[in-house]
């Protein structure tokens, strides 16, 4: 039912209010004309009827109503677009070139200004129902009951079969792949529980080696240390005992030298008691020979000034003489003294450099034995880490390549889920379409 009375036609005479159209001379408004100049683009007025009129208003503000019939034509086929399938506007000719329909309205009039303005109200009008030409729509458009319509009907209904035999092999797929997922899920899950025993089991294994590999080295390396230990100690001891030899021969010498020279000291000082008791001797001989010659007391005394000068004299020289012997010992004794400290240290020197070259030499075989010892523990070390590294390079492989595996049934099977889906929406909606338009085409 077409919509009346106070319906606007925005697309028909291009009225988004009531239309005011002003017509020409002062006599009285001309209601066809402007009607016919606001009639839509792409019809054609063919007929124009006033069926009734009234008058109102004043002199000075006339207004006229004017009921009129009036019947339009299209210049060429209209179409609205009803659907779009496979690509295509679906078309449906509405107005077919030259059919004449009826417009019904009412036109008002009024003076004003020195001119007449109308305005229409239109109630019924074929332009209510819309249309444009084809040229309007894609250029690729089928119309509804053409042979091209018949045939994309067929091409769609074909296309429907072609989803659902896809869609039912969709979920064969599916649930064939979902058991496969399961399975490989379960197969997957115990390759991986016995990979991580046997990776527990390499990882034991390498701890009982290194344990008993660290044991073993241990013991290999105290005994080597204790072996050289031995060793070093022993020459040690066969230098330190040729030291003591050769020490205690300049020890004897010097110890000789020293009381040789100390004797002649001592021998010194006896000479100069029996040279002084000589003095002494002579001195008082001296002196009983004066008396017995019983000289007088200046005679006397002359005797003992002589013998006392020659008693002093005499101890002067043997003084001097003892002091030189001293001193001349003296000076042999500090010679002999720093000549076998110098050799002392001499000799201690030769020991230590030799007892140094000997234990840097035997050291150093002892720490080539030792690298020995550490490098056949180190690849010992090595090769079981290397085989623990194996073991789980293996598991890790087993790991991610289980789950790739399922990663990828996963995906698959929700790309399957994902096509099956978009099949069933587009299979309804191509229903929808095709009874929709099967219903056009009636």
């Not at 000719?93 to 019904?104: N, Q, T």
């Not at 769609?156 to 899920?185: C, V």
């Not at 016995?194 to 241990?218: C, F, G, I």
């Not at 001592?266 to 002196?287: H, I």
């Given at each position: 039912?077409?919509?009346?009375?106070?319906?606007?036609?925005?697309?028909?005479?291009?009225?988004?209010?009531?239309?005011?159209?002003?017509?020409?001379?002062s006599d009285g408004p001309d209601i066809e004309a402007g009607f016919a100049a606001e009639v839509k683009e792409g019809w054609q007025l063919e007929s124009f009827k006033v069926t009734a009129s009234e008058e109102s208003g004043s002199k000075v503000s006339p207004v006229s109503q004017h009921r009129f019939v009036a019947e339009?034509?299209?210049?060429?086929?209209?179409?609205?677009?009803?659907?779009?399938?496979?690509?295509?506007?679906?078309?449906?000719?509405?107005?077919?070139?030259?059919?004449?329909?009826?417009?019904?309205?009412?036109?008002?009039?009024?003076?004003?200004?020195?001119?007449?303005?109308?305005?229409?109200?239109?109630?019924?009008?074929?332009?209510?129902?819309?249309?444009?030409?084809?040229?309007?729509?894609?250029?690729?458009?089928?119309?509804?009951?053409?042979?091209?319509?018949?045939?994309?009907?067929?091409?769609?209904?074909?296309?429907?079969?072609?989803?659902?035999?896809?869609?039912?092999?969709?979920?064969?797929?599916?649930?064939?792949?979902?058991?496969?997922?399961?399975?490989?899920?379960?197969?997957?899950?115990?390759?991986?529980?016995?990979?991580?025993?046997?990776?527990?089991?390499?990882?034991?294994?390498?701890?009982?080696?290194?344990?008993?590999?660290?044991?073993?080295?241990?013991?290999?390396?105290?005994?080597?240390?204790?072996?050289?230990?031995?060793?070093?100690?022993?020459?040690?001891?066969?230098?330190?005992?040729?030291?003591?030899?050769?020490?205690?021969?300049?020890?004897?010498?010097?110890?000789?030298?020293?009381?040789?020279?100390?004797?002649?000291?001592?021998?010194?000082?006896?000479?100069?008691?029996?040279?002084?008791?000589?003095?002494?001797?002579?001195?008082?001989?001296?002196?009983?020979?004066?008396?017995?010659?019983?000289?007088?007391?200046?005679?006397?005394?002359?005797?003992?000034?002589?013998?006392?000068?020659?008693?002093?004299?005499?101890?002067?020289?043997?003084?001097?003489?003892?002091?030189?012997?001293?001193?001349?010992?003296?000076?042999?004794?500090?010679?002999?003294?720093?000549?076998?400290?110098?050799?002392?240290?001499?000799?201690?020197?030769?020991?230590?450099?030799?007892?140094?070259?000997?234990?840097?030499?035997?050291?150093?075989?002892?720490?080539?034995?030792?690298?020995?010892?550490?490098?056949?523990?180190?690849?010992?070390?090595?090769?079981?880490?290397?085989?623990?590294?194996?073991?789980?390079?293996?598991?890790?492989?087993?790991?991610?390549?289980?789950?790739?595996?399922?990663?990828?049934?996963?995906?698959e099977i929700s790309n399957m889920r994902g096509q099956l889906n978009n099949n069933s929406q587009n299979m309804q909606s191509i229903k929808e379409v095709l009874g929709f338009?099967?219903?056009?085409?009636?």
């Amino acid at each position: 039912m077409i919509p009346k009375a106070t319906r606007l036609v925005s697309f028909v005479l291009s009225l988004s209010a009531p239309l005011f159209l002003v017509a020409c001379g002062s006599d009285g408004p001309d209601i066809e004309a402007g009607f016919a100049a606001e009639v839509k683009e792409g019809w054609q007025l063919e007929s124009f009827k006033v069926t009734a009129s009234e008058e109102s208003g004043s002199k000075v503000s006339p207004v006229s109503q004017h009921r009129f019939v009036a019947e339009v034509a299209p210049r060429e086929d209209l179409y609205q677009k009803v659907a779009t399938l496979h690509g295509k506007d679906v078309l449906k000719r509405i107005f077919a070139k030259g059919s004449e329909s009826e417009v019904h309205g009412v036109g008002v009039a009024a003076f004003s200004a020195g001119k007449w303005e109308t305005h229409y109200q239109i109630e019924e009008s074929p332009f209510f129902k819309g249309g444009q030409p084809a040229k309007a729509f894609a250029a690729n458009h089928v119309v509804v009951g053409s042979s091209e319509f018949r045939s994309l009907i067929q091409s769609a209904k074909a296309d429907l079969e072609k989803l659902q035999k896809q869609s039912d092999q969709l979920t064969t797929d599916i649930q064939q792949k979902t058991g496969q997922l399961q399975t490989a899920t379960v197969e997957g899950q115990t390759k991986i529980n016995m990979s991580s025993e046997m990776v527990a089991r390499v990882q034991q294994d390498t701890r009982n080696k290194q344990n008993a590999e660290y044991q073993s080295n241990s013991q290999k390396v105290q005994e080597i240390k204790t072996r050289w230990a031995g060793e070093i100690n022993g020459k040690r001891t066969a230098f330190l005992g040729t030291y003591n030899e050769q020490k205690k021969e300049l020890d004897d010498q010097y110890g000789a030298d020293i009381k040789a020279i100390r004797a002649e000291r001592t021998e010194a000082g006896k000479w100069r008691q029996t040279e002084r008791s000589r003095v002494l001797a002579e001195y008082n001989a001296a002196l009983a020979d004066a008396r017995k010659q019983k000289l007088d007391a200046a005679g006397l005394a002359a005797v003992k000034a002589s013998a006392t000068e020659k008693s002093k004299a005499e101890y002067a020289a043997i003084e001097e003489q003892t002091s030189s012997k001293v001193e001349d010992t003296k000076k042999r004794e500090a010679e002999v003294t720093a000549g076998y400290r110098e050799r002392l240290s001499a000799l201690q020197g030769e020991n230590q450099a030799a007892v140094k070259t000997m234990t840097d030499e035997l050291s150093a075989k002892r720490d080539g034995e030792l690298e020995v010892e550490k490098q056949k523990y180190d690849a010992t070390i090595a090769a079981a880490n290397a085989e623990l590294k194996a073991a789980q390079d293996a598991h890790n492989q087993t790991v991610t390549s289980n789950r790739e595996g399922i990663r990828q049934m996963s995906t698959e099977i929700s790309n399957m889920r994902g096509q099956l889906n978009n099949n069933s929406q587009n299979m309804q909606s191509i229903k929808e379409v095709l009874g929709f338009l099967e219903k056009q085409g009636d």
